[in-house]
């Protein structure tokens, strides 16, 4: 982390990271790295409930993260920030090589995986 960082850039920074606490969000985002995609094409890509839906992309939306096209009576969504892919490889890179530790480990100690 960058050093003299003050309170409200801090403050700022782990209301993004609480953006992505919530795995529907991180459901909705990944569906969009594809790109631009209905609220009716995410209901049905995540399983959730059209208001669950809508209500995750208004608060995404309202911090950048994805952005909206109206087109007529429909709205589409896709991503208004792409460094948050990055973000998200970093954590996924390393869990999988967290996991691939453990997995070695208990491998090596006989305890079945």
């Given at each position: 982390?960058r050093e ?16 992505l606490?919530?795995?529907m969000?991180?459901k909705?985002?990944?569906?969009l ?18 208001p669950?839906?809508?209500?995750h ?11 909206r ?11 208004g ?9 970093t954590?996924?890179?390393?869990m ?8 070695h480990?208990?491998e090596?100690f006989?305890?079945?995986?």
């Amino acid at each position: 982390m960058r050093e003299n960082m003050s309170e409200e850039m801090l403050e700022l920074i782990a209301q993004r990271f609480r953006l992505l606490s919530d795995p529907m969000r991180l459901k909705i985002l990944h569906q969009l790295q594809d790109g631009e995609k209905s609220v009716t094409e995410l209901v049905t890509a995540t399983g959730a409930s059209q208001p669950n839906v809508s209500k995750h992309l208004s608060t995404l939306r309202s911090h950048g993260l994805v952005k909206r096209r109206q087109d007529g009576n429909m709205a589409y969504f896709s991503i208004g920030a792409t460094f948050i892919f990055d973000v998200c490889n970093t954590v996924c890179d390393s869990m999988k090589d967290e996991w691939q530790q453990r997995h070695h480990l208990l491998e090596r100690f006989g305890t079945p995986v």
